[in-house]
Structures are given as C-alpha cells and as structure tokens.
C-alpha cells in the first residue's frame, strides 16, 4: 500500500508524482501501469495508475474548478450554438409554444432534421404531380398555396371545394391567396452573421486542436463542437426553405383572401351562409378539430405531426384539379349536355364552360361513377418517411458519433462519463423521434375514424397521446441534458477518478492514464481527424441533398 498524503485540491499529475516518489522509495510498484494499463517494472515507466490506487491515494473528489477554462470553453464552443438556436424559424400564436420548437431542435436533432426533410419532400412531391398532370386555371397557385401551408393544419370541404377549382370568378381568391402567404423567411444580415460566427469560431478552433491534442488529456471542445455541428444545416435548411409559419400573418393573409371566394355559383340561390360554413378550404382549426394539438402549432418542427394529414389533403385536391384538367382536355364543359366554348387563346378556357350548377361543379371535379374509396394515406408518403427518416439519421449520428469517437479514443480509451454522456444524448434524441413520429402516426389512423365509434381508432388515440407527452417531456430533459454535459466537460466535473479510468466499460480492469504517450497521442489525433471527416461529412451530406431536391421546389 502507498502511504502518501493526498492532495489537496485534487491534480492527477502531482498525485502521480506523490505515487511515483513513494515507490522510489518503498519500491512498492503496485497500481503503476504503463499507457495500455500493463503493470510496469521500472518505475518511470508508469503514467497510469490503477483505478483502486487513484481513488484511494488521489481520493475520489474532482479537480478544482477553474473559471478562465471553464469561460473560454463555453464561449468558445457552447455559446455560438445557444445564439444560433434564434435564427430557427418560429412563429407560434404563444411565446411558451416557441420556446416549446426551440426545446424539441435541441432535445431531438433527429426530429428537426426529420421535419425539415419531410417539408421538403412533400413539396416536392406536390409539385411534381401538378407539373405532370395537371393543366387548369390556377393550378399553379394551388401548388404555391400548399406548399406554403404544411405549417398550419389544412382542411378541407368536399362539396364546397369545387366550387374554388372550377369557377372563373375564384380566380381573385387563388391570386390574392398566393401572394399573401408568399411572404419570405430567409437570409438577413443577423441570421448571416449568427451562421457566420459559428462556422468561423468552429473552423478557428478546428485549426488549432491539432496542438493542444498533445497538452490536453481530454479534446473536450472539439467533442462538443461536433456534439451541436448538426445545428448549422438545420438553420441553414430552414433558410433555405423558407417556411410559411408566423401565425398571425397566415390568419390575416387567409382572412383577406376568403373575402374573394365565391363557393355558390352566381344567381344560385342557396341562402347567405355562415362565415365559417362559407369557407372551402380552412387553415385553422380549433383544438377538437385535429388529433394532436402539435398541428395547431406553426413553428416547423412539429411538421411531423401535419405531414400525414396535410399529404392526404394535397392529395386529395391534386385529384380535384387533375380531374377538372383531363375533363378540360377533352374539352367537356362543367354543364352537362352544353357545348364547349372555344377560347381566343390556346392556352385558356373560355370562362362560359366553367359554369354551372352547384351538382355539376361537384361531379366535374370527381370521378365519373361517383366518389371511388381512396386510401387515407396519401400515395408515396410512407417512402417519404424513410427518406426523412435517413437523411436526419444521418445527420444526427454523423455529428453525435464524431463526438462520442473523440471521447472514445481520449485516453483512458473506451467508454467513460463523457462519451457515455454523448450516448446518452443521441439514444435519447433517436427515442423522441420514433415517439413523435409514432404518435403523429397513430393520430392520422384514428383520424380516419373520425365520424365512425371504432375501438382500434380509439386505442390508437389515447395511445397517440400518451407517446406525444412521453417524447416531449423527454426532449425537454434531453436540451437540459446537451448544455449540462457541455457544461460539465467544460468545468472539470467528469475530472475524476471514477471517469477518467473509464470505469462504465472497463470495471474492475479501469485505470487512469494520467500522462499520455506519444502514441497515444497520435491515436488520438488520428480519431480527433476521423471525428472531425465524419460530423463534416454528415453536415454537408444532409445539406447537399436537400438542396439536390429544393431545385424542384424553387422551380
């Protein structure tokens, strides 16, 4: 046993020195190891010691916090990141809901790389469907209008909707529509100069690790900095994307529109309905009109819980308008038995065969034998869904795995309180993904179940409920998680003997590496370079791809 004093205010290296003159002293050599955790003979050989020797010399407290370290790496590292989370898009009727999306980006990166990509993907897929298939007046609104929309819950009235396609006098309402909500979400000098100091802090710093692997017994900043790299093509997408989400704008520019929809055609005598009963196509909706309260909210992120609804929405006037095109194309007027009217031009129909009664306007906009049974899931959606699924996958454990091989390969190698603590933030944030999505999902069944007492629709709700709660309360601990575990790399709370020695993987075999060796410091630049190709890799991965696919949205 070494009798030696222990240190007060804790340092590894003078409890090494202490251990080491001990020995030279007693020539007791027991708890000495060398870099790889070997007993060693000689006792200048030793830079480790074993793990029972370091709590019971060494103590098992910490080592002192240090304020300059802990501000520099904070500033350095975290605080870029915390600033840039107010670039995200937000927008909500209520600031708690805002700061509710802010707290869901951080606590799942997979969920906001999953929504941004979903937004993507349907707008694209709208896109192309209508460009295909459909040629009719205001199809091309109709396409801006959807996309615009997949922030806010989109309903629509089957018997009412017609009327928008297919009378002239709507086309005022599709224009004012489209221009209302073509408002811009993008680059501004304060989101430029927030992406800017990130990417250049990050890259500054990058530059200098390579010399400090060799003095630092820990790369904690550059672990972390790859931790949150996943954030720069979330906001970078978003800006890109430009989402429709500030609630009171969409309200107004859909009040402002509605005063120009004309649902009955004129001189039909229907009564004057209600505001509400008027309208063919709704925006919001109150509470008990959706499945999940989530799709009342407008910032993006919660785009998983509308996607499904809002696909089989766009699906289904993407029918409405295919079917008025192909009847247009055989030059079949909506009155039955009249005769279609040539137009001056090629490429207009003559308003005269676009009107007619309330029975035919509907029958010109669905098939000829009536209404077929379609599915209630949109055709495509769930390939959709994987490829979002992926592409956040990616992103997510591109960023969060660099970080976790840094940790893993910083001597004592294997798992210790810091990588374990990356694990944890990553196992976490995949969980409240595949709640979330697993309830939006689940939500959208009973939705089709809506006006029928189904028990499996009625399981399925509650079920959809209790995963919405479950993934959120999670993503609420998993944001306090990310900073607290920045937090306590950047303050020395993990400097103990317990994590240093990596005793989560090793148990009883654990050991503390107090000096490292040159080799084992070109280990770890070599995982420092690998974590650093990867979490890069991953980003630009995620963000070449999208913007791959955005030409066919912006298109």
Known sequence: MHAVQRVAGLNFTQCLIDIVTNANATQNLAGLLDGNGNPVSNVSDATAISYSLCTSVCGTGREPFQWPVFSQDFSTWLLPNLALISQLPFGAQYR??????????????????????????????????????????????????????????????????PSLIVLPENGCWWKWFSEFVDYTHTWSIASATSVAWVVVAYIMNVINSPADVYTSSHSDG????????????????????????????????????????????????????????????????REKDVMSPDELLTPPVFNYSRSLRWASTADTV???????????????????????????????????????????????CTEPHGVVHRSHWAPGVFTRMAIASCASLVLQWGTVGAAFMMAWFTPTTRMGCRSLSYLLFGVTSTLIWMLLLMSSILAHYSAGYSHRKVRSARVALVLSHWLRWAGKT??????????????????????????????????????NVIIETAAQAAQLRVAWIGGLIVACTSSFFFLGLMNLLLDTVLS
Not at 123 to 141: A, E, G, L, T
Not at 234 to 258: E, T
Not at 259 to 276: K, Y
Request: charged share 15%; aromatic share 12%.
């Open 222 to 285: 550059d672990a972390t900095g790859s931790l949150w790299l996943w954030l720069i093509p979330i906001v970078v997408g978003w800006l890109q994307l430009s989402p429709k989400c500030d609630f009171r704008r969409l309200q107004a520019a859909y009040s402002h529109a509605d005063q120009h929809a004309h649902i009955w055609p004129a001189g039909a005598h229907m009564g004057t309905p209600s505001a509400s009963a008027r309208r063919a196509l709704t925006i919001t909706a």
């Open 318 to 364: 993407f029918l409405m308008f295919e079917m008025a095109s192909e009847k247009a194309q055989n030059r079949i007027p909506v009155t039955l038995g009249s005769d279609w009217v040539e137009s001056d031009t090629s490429d207009t129909i003559h308003p005269s065969n676009r009107c007619g009664s309330s029975t035919d306007i509907i029958a010109y």
């Open 96 to 161: 708690l809901d805002n700061l509710m999306s802010a707290v869901l980006t951080v606590g799942s990166p997979v969920l906001a790389g999953y929504s941004l990509f979903i937004t993507l993907l349907n707008s694209r897929w709208i896109n192309r469907r209508f460009n295909q298939s459909v040629d009719y007046p205001n199809s091309d609104f109709a396409v801006s209008i959807l996309s615009s929309l997949q922030q806010v819950p989109l309903r629509l009235h089957p018997g009412r909707f």
């Open 474 to 511: 999670l993503a609420v601990a998993n944001s306090i998680w990310l900073v607290l575990a920045c937090a306590f790399v950047y303050s020395s709370f993990y400097n103990t003997c317990f994590c240093n020695s990596s005793v989560v993987s090793r148990g009883e075999a654990a050991y």
